[in-house]
């Protein structure tokens, strides 16, 4: 059956309502259980007065070397980098580590991910977990490293994935605080909504609007329910008056978020990537798996399997794409 035009009035009609009113429940679209505090009228915002001196950022990559559909041959890593007094003194692209994911190997990868968390046995093994753990070690590293006082970013929200162990990463930023380290998640591109729309578009236009388009602002949305989830306060924030987009920030507990924010503006100035903070994007770059290291490593993997004894003819057969084959071909 073609597509006509009535499906696509449809959703049009259905998408300009959800649009055109700033009104409605919040939620919180990947799992539903942020509290919301009720007042997120967007307030000014000014930079710290004395910007963290020692400042953080760890990011997480991911790459898919192979995939044979029944087994995946994944790489991760997380970079990290530390700035001291806006002069970097640590890029570190972590330790690019292997997986094989599929039929019969979840005991496997479970053994060397658990690392010690105790890990239940039938927990299930995914990219999601396998970038998680590595992410999340990198954070620990990166804590331990840290000095009192300093600013730790994190690239994503601060919601571990519900495998890992909610008390080793509560314990992790809770021994954090204590030590007068400031941590911060700050995300992108969030599913917070509010009546259905993207939440943070609405309150973008509430600023410009109230506070001026060019205006630095933040506004409280919610936290953590502490009973399920690592505790953090969730707030938006424009951090530049450059800036494109504002975000979603996380902000450990036991942290007043407004000091913390007005510290994360200190390091978003930058004129590349305005409103966003630097730390993170060299984070990235960092920790990013580009196609030439996923080529790269399958190409040393090849070799390891052929001097094992591994038929050339095999490794084709299990792995090559047959559908991106046939599509040349077409």
Not at 37 to 63: H, K
Not at 146 to 171: F, I, M
Not at 196 to 222: C, K, T, Y
Request: charge should be negative; glycine fraction near 10%; hydrophobic fraction near 45%.
């Amino acid at each position: 059956m073609p597509l006509g035009a009535a499906p696509l009035d449809d959703v049009a009609d259905r998408l300009a309502a959800i649009l055109a009113g700033p009104s409605g429940v919040v939620a919180d679209g990947d799992d539903g259980d942020l509290i919301i505090d009720g007042d997120l009228t967007p307030r000014l915002l000014t930079p710290a007065a004395t910007p963290a001196s020692e400042v953080w950022a760890i990011d997480g990559g991911q790459a898919l070397v192979r995939d044979a559909r029944c087994l995946q041959v994944y790489v991760v890593r997380a970079g990290r980098c530390c700035f001291v007094d806006r002069v970097a003194t640590v890029e570190d692209e972590g330790e690019l580590r292997a997986h094989l994911v599929g039929t019969g190997q979840r005991g496997i990868e479970l053994a060397r991910v658990d690392g010690g968390l105790h890990l239940p046995a039938n927990t299930a093994v995914d990219i999601n977990l396998l970038r998680e753990r590595v992410e999340w070690d990198g954070i620990e590293r990166t804590l331990g490293e840290a000095s009192p006082g300093a600013l730790v970013l994190v690239d994503g929200d601060l919601r571990p994935d519900p495998r890992l162990p909610l008390a080793w990463v509560t314990e992790l930023l809770a021994d954090a605080t204590d030590r007068g380290i400031t941590v911060v998640g700050v995300t992108k591109h969030t599913s917070l909504s509010r009546g259905g729309a993207p939440l943070i578009g609405q309150l973008e236009r509430e600023a410009d609007v109230s506070l001026g388009a060019r205006s630095r602002w933040w506004a409280p949305i919610g936290h953590s329910d502490a009973r399920s989830q690592v505790p953090f306060t969730v707030v938006a924030a424009r951090l530049d008056p450059d800036a494109a987009y504002s975000f979603r920030l996380d902000i450990a507990i036991g942290v007043d978020p407004e000091v913390a924010i007005a510290q994360v503006a200190c390091v978003s100035d930058d004129a590349a990537f305005p409103g966003y903070p630097y730390p993170l994007t060299v984070a990235d770059r960092l920790a990013a798996c580009p196609p030439w290291l996923r080529e790269e490593a399958w190409m040393t993997l090849e070799e390891q399997l052929r001097m094992a004894g591994i038929p050339g003819d095999v490794l084709h057969r299990a792995f090559d794409d047959r559908h991106r084959s046939m599509e040349r071909a077409s």
